[in-house]
């Protein structure tokens, strides 16, 4: 269960942090980054010591549990990033002055 809901967490977070990027949001910059870092640790982690301790099983369970945590937390993330935007006073509708239309 800590594994889905890290993933969940980390792309997640990843997904926010690119939508930041793309929007030019610095503030969330370094806090993004290190929920990702966590994220990260504790995922390599967990996948270290299942795979030396020969659980195919653990590691199945463990590609599932980020697969649903990781798809979920990439969809939560794009919602609250598209709401963050409208309610921060940028227009969605705005592009990129290279990007006419």
Known sequence: MLILITSFAYIGTKA???LNVMHDYRKLVPLCTT?????EVM????IAVEA???DIWGLTFTIV????GASS???LSMTMHK???KNGGKDERVRHR???G
Do not use: D, K, T, Y
Not at 43 to 46: A, E, K, L, S, V
């Open 43 to 46: 995922i390599f982690g967990n």
């Open 35 to 39: 929920i990702m870092v966590f994220c």
């Open 98 to 100: 290279s990007h006419p």
């Open 52 to 54: 030396v301790e020969g």
């Open 65 to 68: 549990a980020m697969s649903v």
């Open 83 to 85: 709401r963050m935007r």
């Open 73 to 75: 937390g990439a969809l």
């Open 16 to 18: 926010f942090q690119q």
